[in-house]
């Protein structure tokens, strides 16, 4: 009896799984490569991201000798503070919250205030540039390779002059939100100018009148205690301002992230994402 051929078992066929949109991992490698994509806005991140806080520190920490010295010199002393602070923020090397209690400690709410404002428009507007002239397509290309980046990118700044006015100006309202990194990411990511301008002001006077008041209060501490009631007047005060600026930022974050997940299902469905 003869041996019948034995048909070989079909071979099993891997069916590849469906591609997957890749998402970085945000490893030590995966920064470094990114930085290093970046080209000269990458060191410009880098200090977006590290130096404010070390500047504020340093900065308060000799508070009580700088609001002296700039108050003495009056008109001088103002424009020093207006222009080193343009100068130093547009650099990344100090916080807007510094800023504003040196305004509020030494010059007072109806000086301090309106100093503080022009001075963080004015940084915003130099870092604005800069950040963009160093970048150029470098994070746009970057966000192309993402397309859920990219459609928050859109929903941020593709949608007209009002809604990146608005957008840009809840992203500015929350005291957490960073002064430095948002300049760098309007300006990388080629936001418009004015919305980014106005949304600023707009957006930072809130925080900004909050804190200048305190400062101003406790810069002025046997003054307040007559006018005011003494500590626990002013005590008051400063937190009641502190929550009515809370719940705006968190009706401003809600807000934003709302009208970004809106955008993302409708550009989802519209494009096949």
């Known amino acids: 009896m003869k041996d019948e051929p034995v048909t070989p078992a079909p071979a099993t066929v891997d069916v590849a799984a469906p591609p997957r949109e890749h998402h970085p991992v945000l490893s030590w490698a995966w920064i470094k490569q990114t930085v290093k994509r970046l080209g000269p806005a990458g060191p410009l991140a880098v200090m977006a991201s590290i130096f404010p806080p070390l500047g504020g520190f340093v900065l308060l920490g000799f508070i009580k000798q700088v609001a002296p010295w700039l108050k003495s010199h009056d008109t001088l002393g103002l424009a020093i503070y207006i222009g080193g602070f343009v100068i130093f923020a547009a650099l990344s090397l100090l ?30 507007t130099l870092a604005y540039w800069i950040n963009r002239k160093a970048a150029g397509t470098r994070v746009v290309d970057i966000i192309h390779e993402h397309p859920k980046w990219e459609l928050v990118c859109k929903a941020l700044i593709g949608s007209g002059f009002w809604r990146a006015l608005l957008i840009i100006t809840l992203v500015r309202i929350p005291p957490t939100s960073p002064f430095a990194l948002a300049n760098f990411i309007f300006g990388t990511i080629r936001a418009p100018f004015w919305p980014y301008l106005i949304g600023t002001a707009i957006g930072m006077a809130p925080r900004t009148f ?37 719940i705006i930022s968190a009706i401003a974050n809600r807000t934003v992230r709302r009208m970004t997940e809106e955008d993302q299902v409708m550009h989802g469905e519209g494009e096949g994402v």
């Open 95 to 124: 916080p807007t919250y510094a800023s504003s209690i040196v305004g509020g400690w030494t010059f007072g709410v109806a000086v301090g205030f309106p100093a503080a404002m022009l001075s963080f428009c004015l940084a915003g």
């Open 210 to 246: 909050v804190v200048v008041w305190a400062a101003a209060q406790i810069g002025n501490t046997e003054l307040n205690f007559k006018e005011f009631g003494g500590f626990w007047a002013t005590a008051i005060g400063i937190v009641l301002m502190i929550v009515v600026v809370a």
